[in-house]
Structure formats: C-alpha cells, structure tokens
C-alpha cells in the first residue's frame, strides 16, 4: 500500500524559510513524479513543483520559482521542499503527490494528507 506522509510545516514569518518532507513507501518510486500541490483557504489545489524520482528533472510554478527547490532522497525514498523567501500568500496546506508517468492512471496516482504551512506578515 502507497503512503506518502508529509512534515516540516508550521508558523513562519515573511521572508524565512522551512523545508517540507514527503516519505514515500509501499512501491518503487522510479517510473514516478513526485509533486508537491497547494491549497489555501477558498482557492483550489494548486501545482507547486514537480521531479522526475528517476531523472530528476524539475518543474516549478512561476510563482514559486527561484524561491522554492524540490529534490529527492533515492537512499530514503523521500522527497523534500526547500521553501526561502516566504510570502503570506504562500500560506496553504501542502500536499504530496506521487504520479506513475508510464501508466498515468488515475489508481496509480497518490496523496499525502498535508501539512500547513502559515507564513505571517
């Protein structure tokens, strides 16, 4: 069975930083993209950031690039978000999404339950 369990969120104020984890088990990762998605209060999820588990090739949002960098832990199936340069409107619960690129089935895609992330002013 797929779980992916998040970590690192919390209070944080503009212009800090905070580092999200997702632990990932249950398969191998390597035909996966790994995503982490957001969603703050009255929007709809949004994309964040994107690797490739296998190439580690990446995708950002523009509204996070050059602030936020997503990387991969192969030796501890984990995926992190490293977040700098916080703004308020950052604020949301983040999610972690793992997506088998071969099959792109919608069985075959995975959530973590999230971790808040309150960036103050």
């Known amino acids: 069975q797929v779980q992916l369990v998040e970590s690192g969120g919390g209070l944080v104020q503009a212009g800090g930083s905070l580092r999200l984890s997702c632990a990932a088990s249950?398969?191998?990762?390597?035909?996966?993209?790994m995503a982490w998605f957001r969603q703050a209060p009255g929007k709809e999820r949004e994309f964040v950031a994107a690797?490739?588990?296998?190439?580690?090739?990446?995708l950002y949002a523009d509204s996070v690039k050059g602030r936020f960098t997503i990387s991969r832990d192969n030796a501890k199936n984990t995926v992190y978000l490293q977040m700098d340069s916080l703004k308020p409107e950052d604020t949301a619960v983040y999610y972690c999404?793992?997506?088998?690129?071969?099959?792109?089935?919608?069985?075959?895609?995975?959530w973590g339950h999230g971790t808040q992330v309150t960036v103050s002013s």
């Open positions: 690797i490739k588990w296998s190439a580690g090739s990446t």
């Open positions: 249950g398969r191998t990762f390597s035909n996966y993209a």
């Open positions: 999404n793992a997506e088998n690129r071969l099959t792109l089935s919608p069985s075959d895609n995975y």
